[in-house]
């Protein structure tokens, strides 16, 4: 894409342009990783490294982006980091074709202001020591505040200025490595309204949250990723007093909550909406740091738009979805023509024609395909026998789970048990 690219710009006048617009600090590094050119020149590092160049070290190295890192094409674009405590840095490789080698970093800002009381918060969430909390709450009001939509367009213009190509903000919002509190008081809720108001750190206006989880909805990731970055940091709520990172891990759950019901609206079979949310919220729990926590939320709302858009494109009615997802809840159970009229409300033959017409599939053979595809599952377990998951799956005797199972799959169960395990 930039291959021979001839560009009149050098890159201290790109550098000193971002400076200037967006007032933050700009490193450019050589392919080794040196320092070529720095704005401010009198950029003091942060606590958490000793001088500028290990703090670039340190940024490039928990990005990913050590100086043996190579992009595979042209086609890398700039991507925002965020530390553990919570600043954030624009990275780009500079890609193959340009005049220049190297890498552009621009930072560190933060995305809202800290208040003493959370910077003390995310401090002990790290065991950062008392003593040194001065020391942070220093260097903090030294950052500049960039809201993270503002960072993206500062990453658009450092690469349109570069490469002179166009660059979109959803092109930037899909690429796969991007994905403030209340101060604390004793105080009741009704003060802290009053407190907010009087700092203008209102919450959002549930108008914008009404359209984030209408995308989930309808399956539309790119704009779901558009109105997440309508967010800022002052508009979310506190929900841990004691805890930043807990704070985050709430406000996670409680959206992965609310996606599961927008999913479940949109058509996804509410055993899998309910499955990606505990999976998703079990996931957050594990993680110890706060950009971690955001990333896998994001991940986890895109999870749900991404599931609905999938299960959107069967193109089913209202009705097979519903018999799918009766299927689905209840293949360890007996399974009737019957039951799945009386579920549909609709007439045992119409139903069955509906469905053939739709899926492509008579009922029977759907029933059979899913308790294969579950028998399959069932098989990682090396505990459960091939006959308990033939039991399970209410297949008559053991040779008729045998014929199923190979014509769908083109193996004996125990012949693709054992594939498995060679694999495994």
């Known amino acids: 894409m930039t291959e021979d690219l001839k560009i009149p710009l050098e890159i201290p006048y790109i550098c000193t342009l971002i400076y200037e617009a967006f007032r933050i600090p700009v490193f450019h590094l050589d392919a080794s990783g040196g320092l070529e050119y720095a704005l401010p020149a009198n950029f003091s590092a942060p606590p958490s490294a000793k001088d500028t160049g290990s703090m670039l070290a340190a940024t490039l190295r928990h990005a990913g982006e050590t100086k043996e890192t190579v992009y595979p094409d042209a086609a890398s674009l700039p991507f925002i980091y965020t530390t553990r405590y919570l600043e954030n840095f624009m990275i780009w490789r500079l890609p ?30 790290h065991d950062i020591p008392a003593t040194r909390h001065e020391q942070w709450l220093n260097y903090y009001s030294t950052l500049p505040v960039l809201s993270r939509i503002r960072l993206y367009h500062a990453a658009i213009l450092l690469y349109t200025l570069v490469t002179g190509q ?66 800022s940091e002052e508009q979310f709520g506190l929900l841990s007093r004691k805890s930043q990172l807990r704070s985050k891990k709430n406000l996670a759950i409680s959206s992965i909550t ?14 899998i909406a309910y499955t990606l949310s505990d999976w998703h919220i079990q996931h957050i729990e594990e993680l110890r740091d706060i950009p971690a926590v955001e990333n896998a939320q994001m991940m986890a709302l895109c999870d749900f738009a991404d599931h609905v858009r999938d299960n959107r494109r069967s193109r089913l009615s209202r009705t097979a979805a519903l018999c799918q997802n009766y299927i689905f809840n209840h293949l360890y159970e007996e399974l009737s023509l019957d039951r799945l009229a009386e579920v549909a409300g609709l007439n045992g033959s119409y139903l069955s024609q509906l469905f053939k017409k739709e899926t492509g599939f008579t009922i ?33 005797d053991q040779s008729y789970f045998t014929k199923v199972f190979k014509k769908y799959t083109g193996a004996t169960p125990k012949q693709f048990r054992n594939r498995q395990g060679m694999y495994n």
């Not at 560190?108 to 002990?124: Q, V, W, Y």
């Not at 999913?263 to 996804?268: H, N, S």
């Not at 053979?365 to 039991?391: F, G, H, N, P, V």
């Open 96 to 125: 193959p074709g340009l005049h220049t080698a190297g890498i552009l970093i621009a930072g560190p800002s933060m995305s809202a202001s800290l208040t003493p009381e959370n910077t003390a918060s995310l401090l002990r969430d």
């Open 364 to 396: 029977s053979d759907y029933i059979q395909r899913e308790r294969i595809e579950e028998a399959k599952r069932l098989m990682d377990s090396s505990s459960i026998t091939l006959s308990d998951i033939a039991s399970r799956l209410h297949f008559n």
């Open 166 to 231: 166009a660059l979109s903000i959803n092109e930037l919002l899909m690429d796969t490595r991007t994905m403030n509190a209340l101060p604390e008081t004793d105080t009741s809720p009704d003060l802290d309204v009053s407190y907010r108001r009087e700092q203008t750190w209102l919450h959002h206006d549930p108008m914008l949250e009404k359209s984030l989880f209408l995308h989930i909805r309808n399956g539309d990731k790119a704009a779901l990723l558009q109105a997440h970055m309508s967010f």
């Open 258 to 271: 609310l996606a599961t019901r927008a999913a479940i609206d949109g058509g996804l079979f509410w055993e």
